[in-house]
């Protein structure tokens, strides 16, 4: 079954591409097998990049970086805003594509294409307002004056769980700030970012200012980018274990690294929280992307005084969700990405059941077709089991029971992550408190869901380094230039 029959009726042929993007010009070069993950079909086959493709994208984004960088950022601003109109017309068809490539359910689908597509339009807005300094030094030897400047050729690698906004997350402000950009996205859903390329061509983004390119052999393709001199940032959105991987590999040309890693949120149910908020929180920060979030809560921890109260609405609810294939309009929790992430949360409940915890709904992967997991609840997890140290990535969410503060603050931070935690209390004094205590980046208070352009994104600890959106976002590809100034 092709690409084409699958979405006929939603595609606009143009915005389908399989070949490799560099300095303007498409390379059609079959090799990598995209899946279906609702079917296990083949959607279709891209270019498999080598690494002299991968210097050839360098030498695109090169010979155009000159006038990129000279470009006023009026005019910069305005392709950016251009593309975000773009995406806005075509919602339908990316929404529809990423469920295909990806499996996430429709409304999960088309949310993303939204948050996706304001990456553009804040960063529109955000190129016209590149800060600079300038003050007199406090022993009055001289002026200060400081100038952030592109930094030079960024490689943008980008993981599959959000094909769409993981993208415009780094391309957005790499634009903005005058950079040219070589993205790689995920060998799972390349087809988004190669559609989304077809609307930065529409746009009016020049030739070799976005290159993208696919490869089966990330490593090799990427470590030769990185030794080129003129590549002078990586921006990574992935795994952890990658992710040190690559700042290691970024070492050895010191090249400047912006990196978003994975997660094992904290989800806190304080006694005096309000129940329904509390579910209905619980059920966007678990179930967004059927789990497959690096904000996902992954360890819920409920004060004993609402445990049982909790558990009964969240099985309810998880009992509840239609599961099937992303793209039908019924299904409220699609497929995992691949047969291989249905076997690593199999394994994590299984271990957790070995050792004690109970299965209030669900705890078995699917048989039939795809590769599916229902939605899950364990309750009496050890608070040692595997469940809460990995990342599982998949619609399961473990309750742990706790009683005061300082125990749940205790066990929230006994993980070498650091990306989201989330705090339901009414007592908001109580739960600021609580988080200032917490080893986060980004804390939802009575709230599931965090992500916004206009918010700084990002963890602390071995969940990453540096900040994508908001208004610091545009630094991250950019470098400040101090002048010393007499006058
Ligand atoms: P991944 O396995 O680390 O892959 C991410 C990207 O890195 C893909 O494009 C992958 O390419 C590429 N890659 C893999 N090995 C590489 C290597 N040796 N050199 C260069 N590139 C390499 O992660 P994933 O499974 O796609 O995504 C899930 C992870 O991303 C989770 O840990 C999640 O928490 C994290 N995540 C974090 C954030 C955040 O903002 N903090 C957001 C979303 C996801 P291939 O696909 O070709 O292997």
Redesign the pocket.
């Known amino acids: 079954m092709t690409l084409q029959t699958r979405i006929s009726g939603y595609a606009d042929p143009a915005l389908h591409a399989e070949g490799l993007f560099i300095g303007g010009a498409w390379i059609k070069r079959g090799g990598?097998a995209v899946i279906n993950p609702s079917t296990g079909d083949r959607l279709a086959d891209v270019a498999d990049a080598t690494v002299e493709d991968a210097a050839r994208a360098v030498d695109a984004a090169e010979a155009a970086a000159g006038e990129w960088r000279a470009t006023p950022a009026r005019k910069r601003s305005e392709i950016l805003r251009r593309w975000f109109e773009l995406m806005t017309q075509h919602a339908e068809e990316l929404a529809m594509l990423i469920s295909l490539e990806n499996g996430k359910a429709l409304p999960d689908a088309r949310g993303e294409v939204a948050y996706a597509a304001e990456f553009f339009r804040w960063y529109a807005e955000e190129a016209t307002r590149i800060p600079g300094e300038y003050r007199r030094t406090p022993s009055g030897s001289h002026n200060i004056m400081v100038d952030h400047e592109p930094i030079g050729i960024a490689v943008l690698?980008?993981?599959?769980?959000?094909p769409a906004a993981?993208a415009t997350?780094k391309i957005g402000p790499a634009l903005a700030a005058g950079c040219t950009v070589i993205l790689?996205?995920?060998?799972?859903?390349p087809l988004t970012a190669y559609a989304m390329a077809r609307l930065g061509e529409q746009a009016g983004v020049p030739s070799g200012v976005v290159n993208v390119l696919?490869?089966?052999?990330?490593?090799?393709?990427?470590?030769a980018m990185l030794a080129d001199p003129r590549v002078r940032k990586l921006s990574?959105?992935?795994?952890?274990?990658?992710?040190r991987?690559?700042l290691a590999?970024a070492a050895k040309s010191v090249v400047s690294c912006s990196?978003?890693?994975?997660?094992n949120a904290p989800f806190i149910v304080f006694d005096d929280a309000d129940l329904d908020a509390a579910l209905d929180g619980a059920m966007i920060a678990k179930m967004r992307n059927a789990g497959?979030?690096?904000?996902?809560a992954n360890r819920f921890y409920v004060q004993s005084g609402i445990h049982d109260a909790f558990v009964a609405g969240l099985t309810k609810r998880m009992a509840g969700l239609k599961i099937g294939p992303g793209y039908d309009p019924e299904t409220q929790c699609g497929p995992m990405?691949t047969t291989n992430?249905v076997r690593k949360i199999d394994r994590l409940v299984s271990e957790a059941i070995a050792g004690g915890a109970r299965v209030t709904t669900g705890g078995k992967p699917l048989e039939e077709g795809g590769y599916f997991y229902p939605p899950t609840v364990l309750e009496n997890v050890p608070v040692d089991a595997a469940i809460a140290r990995e990342?599982i990535?998949g619609p399961v969410a473990p309750v742990y029971k706790f009683d005061s503060d300082e125990e749940v603050i205790r066990l929230a931070n006994d993980t070498e992550y650091g990306?989201a935690a989330y705090i339901y209390s009414k007592d908001l004094a109580r739960a600021l408190r609580v988080g200032k205590r917490l080893e986060t980046g980004m804390l939802g208070i009575n709230r599931g869901l965090m992500s916004d352009p206009a918010a700084p994104?990002?963890?602390v600890k071995q969940?990453?380094l540096g900040r994508?959106g908001g208004v610091t976002g545009i630094l991250e590809f950019m470098e400040p230039k101090y002048y010393a100034v007499d006058y």
């Open positions: 990598i690698i980008t993981p599959w769980n959000f993981m997350r790689k996205p995920a060998s799972e859903t696919t490869t089966s052999n990330p490593s090799s393709v990427t470590n990574f959105t992935g795994s952890t274990g990658v992710g991987h690559l590999e990196m978003e890693l994975g997660g497959e979030a690096c904000t996902a990405i992430a990342e990535f990306l994104f990002g963890g969940s990453g994508e």
